[in-house]
């Protein structure tokens, strides 16, 4: 059974630091791009924070440069969002998603990826 369990989502104060994780099983994990997305009440799922399956390259929305990191661990089967000075905007709930291979086209739309985990919510508010 596919499984992707999103996890470490919170309150938190604007300012403030998250890291949420993402164990998989069920696929062979190494051989799959992993993506972030967030879905905002009212908006549609967007794609946050992508990796590719060996880790070697990243792709990342405007909106977090400088302030969200991306990790993939093939030997754990788990794939990181570390998110540091969190804004109100960042509200929403995260998803992670795979894609066997690689991805071709940036921001990756929702419909190429097999597997999605559950989502994690994230409320950045004071």
């Known amino acids: 059974e596919v499984q992707l369990q999103a996890s470490g989502g919170g309150l938190v104060q604007p300012g403030g630091s998250l890291r949420l994780s993402c164990a998989a099983s069920?696929?062979?994990?190494?051989?799959?791009?992993m993506c972030w997305f967030r879905q905002a009440p009212g908006k549609e799922r967007e794609a946050v924070y992508c990796?590719?399956?060996?880790?070697?390259?990243?792709w990342y929305a405007d909106s977090v440069k400088g302030r969200f990191t991306i990790s993939k661990d093939n030997a754990k089967n788990t794939v990181y969002l570390q998110m540091n000075s969190l804004k109100p905007e960042d509200t929403a709930v995260y998803y992670c998603a795979a894609s066997l291979g690689h991805l071709y086209r940036y921001p990756p739309p929702p419909d190429e990826f097999d597997y999605w985990g559950q989502g994690t919510l994230v409320t950045v508010s004071s």
């Open positions: 069920g696929f062979t994990f190494e051989d799959y791009a």
């Open positions: 990796i590719s399956s060996d880790a070697s390259s990243t």
